[in-house]
């Protein structure tokens, strides 16, 4: 099956548990896509975690967000970021090689084209 994820919040722990429903569903055998979008699209072009009291603790353990997306992206995770959002934020493809997940910059219909079978949103 083929499983999209739509991620528009910035809030580490949404993300958090949007990179572990991904990487569960990838584990399952599933083909997996996440589309950021909103207030997601500048975290994954800047890396930024943010101060938030889990921080500390998800950084010992290697289990933030971006560190799972990571460890997901070698099972073959597919990542988009929406296209209209990156440019009112001012960013292109090559902003978004700091966590160096980003597959690349596209429409919401492009991604659903791929990945519209099941579609869960964070």
Not at 14 to 32: D, F, I, K, M
Not at 41 to 60: C, N
Request: aromatic share 10%; with cysteine; hydrophobic share 45%.
């Amino acid at each position: 099956m083929k499983v999209g994820i739509i991620v528009a919040a910035d809030d580490p722990m949404r993300l958090y548990a949007a990179a572990t429903y991904a990487a569960t569903e990838l584990a399952r055998g599933n083909e997996v896509g996440i589309f950021v979008t909103g207030r997601a699209v500048p975290l994954f072009a800047k890396g930024y975690h943010g101060d938030y009291p889990e921080r500390r603790r998800m950084e010992e353990l290697g289990v933030t967000w971006a560190a799972i997306l990571k460890e997901a992206k070698q099972l073959g995770l597919t990542i988009a970021v929406c296209e209209t959002v990156a440019k009112i934020y001012g960013l292109g493809l090559g902003d978004f090689k700091t966590l160096d997940i980003v597959d690349e910059v596209t429409s919401m219909y492009t991604f659903l084209e791929k990945f519209g079978e099941k579609v869960v949103v964070f």
